[in-house]
């Protein structure tokens, strides 16, 4: 029997609190039903006996207080929500434990914006991880020493999961449940709570954001007129004459910057703009890609496909407005 302690968080989302504990639920009456034991021992565990969510509207009657739990196998880390800073400080009290849990042997698995606690920790330093799209430059800013992988809907090292965006992180408890009972038992929960399971990415579902948090002025202005020419071709060697700055040197500051490469970030607005016009107009896809300044429209099919996880005329057939 594997012991799951879900860990009731302040400013926890109830979702993906009850979500988890439903889903492992399930599980037990599924072995149930074909005559075997039960797998999972579930539990809520928090600084007190109730934790209130959500400015008071729920209350979570915890089963343990942290300090009564010696030995666990798996631990939740819940998804959070309000301001960051504020709630790594609520929750700090539970650093210790989840590090001493963790170097005994327990698997933690962290569910979306969750990993910012777990990050606060120590516990992801130089290890791979996936967080929401939206959250990555503000993750990045805060933890520079976590390898944020952000086209990923899930990462496993060293015994740490995480889990990208909101409700991807049911396909995270999916793996889990695969590597504990078996590609039998997760097909059949991914069926029973309609989950699709063969969702590897959140590509489909990001919108790129460039990484403005940073004090280098000239790399900003760089990232502006990127922006402002969408429909333009723009260089490399005419964004660095246009800044009087060498090639090498502007390449490695703007990397520093923005975590993309010039080339990467003019890819990557364009294909924004790209996925606008696919959802709101009536253009073909071949104008949408001439406006964008690209020629070769089987070579934008590729970095369309490759930042949108999707080919375009697909990507218009799902998100068309």
């Known amino acids: 029997m594997k012991h799951i302690s879900i860990l009731v968080l302040h400013d926890a989302t109830m979702t993906s609190i009850d979500g988890t504990v439903q889903l492992f639920t399930r599980v037990n009456d599924f072995l149930s039903y074909q005559g075997k034991k039960s797998f999972y021992k579930i539990e809520l565990v928090g600084l007190s006996d109730l934790t209130t969510l959500n400015g008071g509207l729920y209350s979570i009657n915890n089963s343990k207080r942290i300090g009564e739990i010696e030995m666990t ?11 960051i800073p ?3 400080k ?28 777990l990050a606060s920790t120590g516990l992801l330093d130089g290890k791979k991880c996936a ?79 460039g990484q403005k948090r940073h004090d ?11 922006e402002n020419n969408s429909d333009k071709k723009i260089t490399v060697d005419e964004l660095c004459k246009e800044h009087g700055i060498g090639r090498r040197t502007f390449e490695r500051r703007f990397k520093k910057s923005t975590g993309n490469s010039f080339i990467e970030y003019i890819q990557r607005v ?32 590729e ?18 407005i």
């Open 73 to 83: 196998d798996l631990i939740i880390i819940p998804i959070i929500c309000g301001d």
């Open 86 to 88: 504020e709630v790594l």
């Open 90 to 117: 609520a929750n700090q009290e539970f650093g210790a434990w989840l590090i001493r849990q963790y170097k005994a042997g327990a698997e933690i698995a962290s569910l979306c914006v969750g990993s910012f606690f």
């Open 131 to 209: 967080t929401h799209w939206a959250s990555k430059n503000d993750f990045q800013a805060l933890f520079p020493k976590v390898n944020v992988i952000e086209d990923t809907i899930m990462t496993e090292e060293d015994g740490i999961y995480t889990s990208g965006g909101a409700y991807s992180h049911l396909n995270l408890l999916l793996h889990i449940i695969e590597k504990h009972l078996g590609r039998e038992m997760s097909v059949l929960t991914s069926k029973m709570f309609e989950i699709d399971i063969e969702r590897k990415n959140q590509n489909q579902f990001a919108i790129f954001m």
């Open 216 to 226: 280098d002025p000239e790399v900003l202005k760089a990232q502006e007129f990127i």
């Open 270 to 301: 364009k294909v924004e703009v790209v996925k606008g016009q696919l959802e709101a107009g009536r253009k073909t896809v071949n104008e949408i890609i001439f406006e964008v300044g690209y020629n070769d429209v089987n070579a934008f099919r």
């Open 303 to 320: 970095v369309f496909k490759k930042y949108a996880g999707m080919s375009p005329i697909d990507y218009r057939r799902k998100y068309k």
